[in-house]
T-cell receptor, first 115, second 112 residues
């Protein structure tokens, strides 16, 4: 499978615990994005990387959230001290840098439930 | 006011009908327009993308952009039960094509 992959697919955690999600983008894509989607809403932009550089962060990304892409390949999104409001689907997407090729391809998402 | 507005539906049509899905937006800087399909509990799947104004056709799907009205549409011809899903529009602005703004999605149900 050459698409975007995400792990785990589901995560249930207790409030206050830390969680980490992983995203593996399409291999030739150098841009990687994280989104959050809640029920009945479209995805909301959180942050994006070009190679290993984090170029933009949304104000939605509070201090409890941190994302990394250490070698410009896979990325991790960590949420510290989870809150019930963090329950959502976390989506990863990737794209090329190539001019005119801005479309983003999404992974299946990680569904987080905070109890 | 959200930057991208989309009627949540649900929209229920019989098999074979022509479906029209729409989004409006407020940011005149939006230049790049996408339509995604999302099945329940899955990630969004890219259907079509267009740059600036005009029409684009791909099989049973046609995307239209009217920048003067800040209005985009997706038409599905000969709709099938397998088209039942939530359809999301997304767009990005000149100068920052990487930051996508999504509508909330329209849920479509095609009845056999």
């Amino acid at each position: 499978d050459t698409g975007v992959s995400q792990n785990p697919r589901h995560k249930i955690t207790k409030r206050g615990q830390n969680v980490t999600f992983r995203c593996d983008p399409i291999s030739e894509h150098n841009r990687l994005y994280w989104y959050r989607q809640t029920l009945g809403q479209g995805p909301e932009f959180l942050t994006y990387f070009q190679n290993e550089a984090q170029l933009e962060k949304s104000r939605l990304l509070s201090d409890r959230f941190s994302a990394e892409r250490p070698k410009g390949s896979f990325s991790t999104l960590e949420i510290q001290r989870t809150e019930q409001g963090d329950s959502a689907m976390y989506l990863c997407a990737s794209s090329l840098t190539q001019e005119g090729a801005y479309e983003q391809y999404f992974g299946p998402g990680t569904r987080l439930t905070v109890t | 006011q959200k930057e991208v507005e989309q009627d949540p539906g649900p929209l229920s049509v019989p098999e074979g009908a022509i479906v029209s899905l729409n989004c409006t937006y407020s940011n005149s800087a939006f230049q790049y327009f996408m339509w995604y399909r999302q099945y329940s509990r899955k990630g969004p799947e890219l259907l079509m993308y267009t740059y600036s104004s005009g029409n684009k056709e791909d099989g049973r799907f046609t995307a239209q952009v009217d920048k003067s009205s800040k209005y985009i549409s997706l038409f599905i011809r000969d709709s099938q039960p397998s088209d039942s899903a939530t359809y999301l529009c997304a767009m990005s602005a000149h100068g920052n094509f990487n930051k996508f703004y999504f509508g909330s999605g329209t849920k479509l149900n095609v009845k056999p």
